[in-house]
């Protein structure tokens, strides 16, 4: 049965407000509580978007007895202290992307969740594109025959600021768990876990990794060449080469895009454009947490726990290939 669910928005920062744009456009999603550790900042989130109660601190809005699902929206260092602090609560949490900062942080959080068990998602909104899925939908056809290379990339010129999180090892800085999580991701989803992993990053002034590139092996021959930047802007394309043609999900690929698609003989490519779609493509992700709640599942089974386990694992090995090490949490 469909249910109206209490939201709660832990950390309003940039990606909360563009999550609370969509999340509005769902009937059932009540946009009941912001919580910030500054309560005006809580308040004023909280006329913007309409939400009914703004708290001055994570605690005070984990004790509400009303709030259903939280929302995560803090840097990645702290998802996992913030998500044992929901989880002890009983609130459902769906968690930004990196999910934590390594794989004993994740393990952690996945052990909570199953002692409370409470409904635990890492936010990884590509996964509920209907534009992704379509191309995920091709490539398990056979259409385009065995899938061979995954080519994606994620780059933008960064702000040069060393004070900014992106840069910030504390915060778990670095481009790879901010934007390299997708093309690990791609790779991921249509690929499985790599053999092998070879990598070569570049540095920042503060430390923290600005651009690598990742070559994966896998056990049939199949490869990924993935790169992620702060450095330069990129074409944010992934490119799926089959056996007999590929299909592109063009610019900003983790987004709802076109899909270019070619097949062996063809003279052109051709194109499939995404449905039009209300918002920025965060509801889906959103509808997808009370749809589980709604039939009483503790675990998504589009983004299950091991897939974010997985995820995890290989990003800490794409780290120790390229020397990323975050002191303050390894
Ligand atoms: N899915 C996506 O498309 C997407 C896009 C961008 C970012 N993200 C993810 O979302 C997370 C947040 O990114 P963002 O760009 O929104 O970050 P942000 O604006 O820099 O910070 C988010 C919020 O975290 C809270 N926070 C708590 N402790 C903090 C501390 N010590 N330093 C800084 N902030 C602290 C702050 O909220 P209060 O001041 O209100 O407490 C802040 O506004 C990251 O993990 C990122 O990977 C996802």
Known sequence: MKKNYNWAILGCGKIARKFCTDLKLLPNAKLYATASRDINKATDFANEFGFAKAYGSYDEMVADPLVDIVYIATPHSFHHKHALL?????????????????????????????EKKTFLMEAFWTRFQPSFLKALEILNSNEL????????????????????????????????????????????????????????????PTGSEETIQMSFKYAGGEMASLVSSFASYSSIQSEFWCERGYIRLNRRWFTPTSISIWHEGDSAESIIESPAIEGNGYQFEAAHVMECLDNQLTESPMMPLSFSTDLMEVLDRVRKDAGIVFPNHD
């Open 86 to 114: 929901c989880l002890e609560h009983e609130k459902a949490v769906l968690c930004e992307k990196s999910f934590a900062i390594n794989s004993r942080e994740v393990e952690e959080m996945i052990a909570k969740a199953r």
């Open 145 to 204: 025959g065995k899938l061979k290379m995954v080519r994606s990339d994620f780059a933008f010129n960064g702000p040069k600021d060393s004070t900014n999180r992106l840069y910030n090892l504390d915060l778990g800085g670095g481009s790879l768990l901010d934007i390299g999580i997708y093309p690990v991701f791609s790779a991921l989803m249509t690929l499985g876990k790599p053999e092998q992993i070879k990598t070569i990053a570049q540095f920042s």
